[in-house]
């Protein structure tokens, strides 16, 4: 991949995660307290589209500069002093940066065993190895992403009931889970035993 692509795909990636959470912040707040139709005047197919995009590679650029640094940590300082705001802000903007940001959370892709002869399984993502709770150190968070939906399920599973996969997959397996199984990536690994 070339440098410019690699450095438009960075700064897609990087608008997105400064975007998203204020946005689906402001849109929830928004929705809530106009729910009226029909605001934005006329609607042309696909310029909306492009328009997202377009503010998403420009966010993401800028997102890089010190002086758009600090003025998203004095949005931020805004947003966690309103109760409800920070309810939705902050949970969505670490949920947007567990698959896009710089510290991505789903990088440990498993099998978790759900019945004890590991006959049926499903794809989940490591999130926390340590949960810190007394008498319960063999137990692992992971994360079962929901299929063809953002959603899904946190369980804590015993640490011998999950097998890993390669990690660097965790892109391609990820894909497989929220497709329903129909995206496979070129190819996934075998599990390793």
Do not use: N
Not at 13 to 34: C, D, E, N, R, S
Request: a positive charge; glycine letters at 8%; hydrophobic letters at 55%.
């Amino acid at each position: 991949m070339s440098a410019f692509f690699q450095w438009l795909l960075k700064s897609f990636l990087k608008g997105l995660l400064l975007v998203v959470p204020l946005t689906v912040t402001a849109w929830v707040f928004y929705y809530v307290f106009m729910r009226i139709d029909g605001l934005l005047g006329i609607r042309i197919p696909g310029v909306g589209f492009l328009v997202t995009l377009a503010l998403m590679v420009v966010v993401g650029a800028l997102g890089s500069l010190f002086l758009v640094d600090r003025a998203v940590a004095y949005i931020e300082h805004l947003v966690s002093r309103v109760p409800l705001a920070k309810l939705v802000y902050f949970p969505l903007k670490d949920f947007v940066g567990a698959f896009v940001g710089e510290k991505k959370s789903f990088r440990k892709p498993v099998l978790v065993a759900l019945e004890t002869d590991a006959s049926l399984k499903v794809v989940g993502f490591v999130t926390a190895e340590d949960l810190g709770i007394a008498g319960h150190a063999d137990l692992v968070a992971v994360y079962l992403p929901l299929s063809y939906s953002i959603a899904g399920h946190l369980i804590l599973v015993p640490r011998e009931r999950i097998t890993l996969l390669p990690p660097e997959e965790s892109a391609r397996w990820l894909a497989f889970a929220v497709s329903g199984g129909i995206s496979r990536g070129t190819e996934l690994s075998r599990p390793s035993h």
